[in-house]
Structure formats: structure tokens, C-alpha cells
């Protein structure tokens, strides 16, 4: 499976963006997708996760509330809504997909990463 995450950019605090995680390859199998992201200087960490029919979601406590992951099975992509972006959503933004079932929110758990896609919000 390839990830493709795209939709990052610079953004003021307060607006949104919209991430986008294309995947491609073996799409057939029934993936849970998650979102993290790595500020510099710390670890990577779980932002939202989401399963494979789309019926279930959770997120970090940082960004429940503002953050709103969903996915598209028949586009094979996973979106990731941001609003009320804040500088400490400053990070890049990696996409990943699991072959466990249901919600999966550790790190080494996931078996494919995209590229990542930098979300810069200026203050």
C-alpha cells in the first residue's frame, strides 16, 4: 500500500485546512487509517484514527473538537478536517494505514506511512 497525504500549507490561527491521504496498491484489504504528525524536536504523536467501514473515530485529547477525520472507501482517501487551527497544530502531518481491527492509535502498530505534508499556523 502507497500513501500520498497532500493539503498542508501556511494558515493564520483560527482558519483550517483540509488534509487529504490517497493510498494506493493492495486498497482492497480492509485498512484502518489513522493521522499523526511531529513537531521538531519531539516524538511522533496520534492526532485521529479511524476504521476501516468509517463507523468509528477517535481523537487526541489536543484536537477533539477541532479536528474531524473521515474517509472516502470508494476514492480510497482519508481526509483530515482541521478548524480553529491553533500554533501548536504546527507539525508535519503523516498519514498511516493498519491491517488490526478497529481503532489503532500506537505508533508501531501501523503498517504503512505516507511522506508527510507540513501544517505551518502562524500566530
Known amino acids: 500500500v502507497q500513501l500520498q497525504a497532500s493539503g498542508g500549507g501556511l494558515v493564520q490561527a483560527g482558519g483550517s485546512l483540509r488534509l487529504s491521504c490517497a493510498a494506493s496498491?493492495?486498497?482492497?484489504?480492509?485498512?484502518?487509517m489513522g493521522w499523526f504528525r511531529q513537531a521538531p524536536g519531539n516524538e511522533r504523536e496520534f492526532v485521529a484514527a479511524?476504521?476501516?467501514?468509517?463507523?468509528?473515530?477517535y481523537y487526541a485529547d489536543s484536537v477533539k473538537g477541532r479536528f474531524t477525520i473521515s474517509r472516502d472507501n470508494a476514492k480510497n482517501t482519508v481526509y483530515l478536517q482541521m478548524n480553529s487551527l491553533e500554533p501548536e497544530d504546527t507539525a508535519v502531518y503523516y498519514c498511516?494505514?493498519?491491517?488490526?481491527?478497529?481503532?489503532?492509535?500506537?505508533?508501531?502498530?501501523?503498517?504503512?506511512w505516507g511522506q508527510g505534508t507540513q501544517v505551518t499556523v502562524s500566530s
Open positions: 496498491g493492495r486498497t482492497s484489504s480492509r485498512y484502518g
Open positions: 479511524i476504521n476501516w467501514s468509517g463507523g468509528s473515530t
Open positions: 498511516a494505514a493498519t491491517g488490526r481491527y478497529g481503532i489503532v492509535v500506537v505508533t508501531g502498530a501501523y503498517d504503512y
